[in-house]
């Protein structure tokens, strides 16, 4: 299988109550950003189009927290507290899945990038 052919990786939170699946390749490229919240919870973004992702069950059981400009969207599951997806402010209309929610077995190869959201406007630039 080549690097731009996707399948299907199914992840969630840590209870359960929340599944998706998401469309991305084997061979994840993912960023690891400095910025408060996702250096203090470990997040590996892999942000992929809306349409590539699929919430199967949870909707019911996610919280909504929004801070800074507010343009960012992080659900969280209301009874494990963990944050498997959200709509991030850099791409609106996509999804920023948490690469460490996704459920093992699919995915072949992790690259970290590092991207420098301590500093988000200046970086945001090489995001495209």
Not at 14 to 35: D, K, M
Not at 67 to 88: L, W
Request: hydrophobic share 35%; glycine share 10%; charged share 25%.
């Amino acid at each position: 299988m080549d690097e731009t052919t996707n399948v299907v990786h199914r992840g969630g939170c840590h209870c359960g109550r929340v599944a998706f699946e998401v469309e991305a390749p084997e061979r994840l490229s993912v960023l690891e950003c400095n910025c408060s919240i996702c250096r203090m919870t470990g997040y590996l973004h892999l942000i992929v189009p809306r349409e590539r992702f699929r919430l199967l069950q949870g909707e019911g059981e996610l919280a909504e927290y929004r801070f800074g400009t507010g343009a960012a969207r992080h659900y969280f599951c209301r009874h494990c507290g963990i944050k498997s997806f959200y709509v991030p402010r850099s791409h609106p209309d996509s999804i920023s899945v948490h690469a460490r929610c996704l459920q093992p077995g699919t995915v072949s190869a992790l690259e970290i990038r590092p991207f420098d959201g301590a500093n988000w406007e200046l970086a945001r630039a090489a995001l495209g």
